[in-house]
């Protein structure tokens, strides 16, 4: 264009026409560029927001993990025992109440044993705790190695331990407590300082007509409590 030059009417309207379609051509490329501007930001913000979604992701799954490690240790420490591991007394009879319900369900026998230490409450005082929680852990050690893994042995509290017996006869039962007779006898042999002695209760299911958890835990106790008492008896005499 040039400005000295005299442009006629029909040049003028070329020339406008060009210019407009000059204009809308390069509105149109401007257009088409903040279009993909916009879509390349628009992906950074995505791809950002991705990782950002991530990261946070990992993070829950590790709350989570973390969560369920410390409720599966809590639990475990509520159901048994802290200084021997063993199940404790609400673990023994939660089994002990299952164990009965399969029982009359199938007719299988349970029985119930308790185990009480002689002479632990003179160890105690004399002694001290640390002698005493020795004591424990030492029977306790000997109960895991006697009674079969298909049973269920726990602390029940103190100086008494249970176990539940499942599939139970009179002839399992000897076997059981003749295996744990020869363990402590064999302990004892070692000459250690402490020498571990105890009384146990037996019931069994098939002994009684209607049986009920108390039923064998009020029986198991009684007879455990007549041992430890004829046991003291011959040692006087």
Same mark, same amino acid.
């Not at 264009?1 to 204009?23: C, G, K, N, V």
């Not at 969560?67 to 025992?81: G, Y």
């Not at 000997?142 to 009674?147: D, G, Y």
């Given at each position: 264009?040039?400005?000295?030059?005299?442009?006629?009417?029909?040049?003028?309207?070329?020339?406008?026409?060009?210019?407009?379609?000059?204009?809308t051509a390069l509105e149109r490329q401007r257009t088409h560029e903040r279009l993909l501007q916009a879509h390349a930001d628009l992906e950074?913000?995505?791809?950002?927001?991705?990782?950002?979604?991530?990261?946070?992701?990992?993070?829950?799954?590790?709350?989570?993990?973390?969560?369920?490690?410390?409720?599966? +240790? *809590?639990? @475990?420490?509520?159901?048994?025992?802290?200084? /021997? #591991?063993? &199940?404790?007394?609400? $673990?023994? %009879? !939660? +089994? *002990?109440? @299952?164990?009965?319900?399969?029982?009359?369900? /199938? #007719?299988? &026998?349970?029985?119930? $044993?308790? %185990? !009480?230490?002689?002479?632990?409450?003179?160890?105690?005082?004399?002694?001290?705790?640390?002698?005493?929680?020795? $004591?424990? %852990?030492?029977?306790?050690?000997?109960?895991?190695?006697?009674?079969?893994?298909?049973?269920?042995?726990?602390?029940?509290?103190?100086?008494?331990?249970?176990?539940?017996?499942?599939?139970?006869?009179?002839?399992?039962?000897?076997?059981?407590?003749?295996?744990?007779?020869?363990?402590?006898?064999?302990?004892?042999?070692?000459?250690?300082?402490?020498?571990?002695?105890?009384?146990?209760?037996?019931?069994?299911?098939?002994?009684?007509?209607?049986?009920?958890?108390?039923?064998?835990?009020?029986?198991?106790?009684?007879?455990?409590?007549?041992?430890?008492?004829?046991?003291?008896?011959?040692?006087?005499?």
């Open positions: 264009y040039d400005d000295a030059y005299d442009y006629r009417l029909p040049e003028q309207e070329i020339l406008q026409f060009a210019s407009l379609h000059i204009a950074l913000r995505v791809e950002q927001r991705t990782e950002e979604l991530k990261l946070a992701n990992q993070d829950l799954r590790t709350q989570i993990t973390v969560r369920q490690h410390v409720e599966s +240790r *809590l639990k @475990h420490e509520t159901l048994h025992d802290g200084l /021997t #591991g063993l &199940p404790n007394r609400t $673990l023994l %009879l !939660d +089994r *002990l109440d @299952h164990a009965l319900g399969r029982a009359r369900r /199938t #007719g299988s &026998p349970v029985a119930v $044993l308790f %185990l !009480d230490l002689d002479h632990f409450k003179v160890v105690n005082d004399s002694l001290g705790h640390s002698i005493g929680d020795q $004591l424990i %852990l030492n029977f306790a050690r000997l109960l895991r190695n006697s009674i079969p893994a298909k049973h269920f042995v726990g602390r029940y509290g103190g100086d008494e331990f249970m176990a539940v017996i499942y599939d139970a006869t009179r002839e399992s039962i000897t076997e059981i407590l003749t295996e744990l007779q020869n363990e402590v006898e064999q302990f004892n042999s070692y000459g250690t300082q402490f020498r571990i002695s105890y009384s146990h209760g037996l019931a069994l299911s098939t002994d009684y007509n209607e049986c009920t958890l108390r039923t064998l835990f009020d029986k198991a106790d009684k007879y455990m409590y007549e041992n430890k008492q004829q046991s003291k008896q011959g040692r006087q005499n």
